[in-house]
């Protein structure tokens, strides 16, 4: 539990630089948080219904989905890390979009 905590918590923060940073505008974010809720239960139901029961069978597909993710978490961290690289270093002269 109190990992998850921090993955939000991660989340909210990296949400708020890149408004901050003029990548997106709050509506942007909204949205994306709409989609992103959507999508993660679609992907909810489909493990629990297809992938769960052919995971129990084959192993090896585990091992593959496991380096499947721990690739896209990896990609994923060098993003936030440039972010967070910009932030520090005031490269925001002036937001891409207009934050009302």
Same mark, same amino acid.
């Given at each position: 539990m109190p990992a998850a905590g921090l993955v939000v918590c991660a989340g909210v923060f990296l949400t708020w !630089?890149?408004?901050?940073?003029?990548?997106?505008? @709050?509506?942007?974010?909204?949205?994306?948080?709409?989609?992103?809720?959507?999508?993660?239960?679609?992907? !909810?139901?489909?493990?629990?219904? !297809?992938?769960? @029961?052919? !995971?129990?069978t084959s192993p090896q597909l585990m091992q593959g989905l496991r380096v499947a993710l721990g690739m896209a978490v990896g990609v994923f961290a060098l993003s936030a890390l440039k972010w967070v690289e910009e932030a520090q270093a005031g490269s925001r002269t002036r937001p891409k979009f207009r934050v009302r």
């Open positions: !630089l890149r408004v901050y940073l003029g990548y997106h505008t @709050p509506r942007q974010v909204v949205v994306g948080y709409v989609m992103g809720a959507g999508t993660a239960v679609a992907w !909810l139901a489909a493990g629990e219904t !297809l992938v769960g @029961p052919a !995971l129990e």
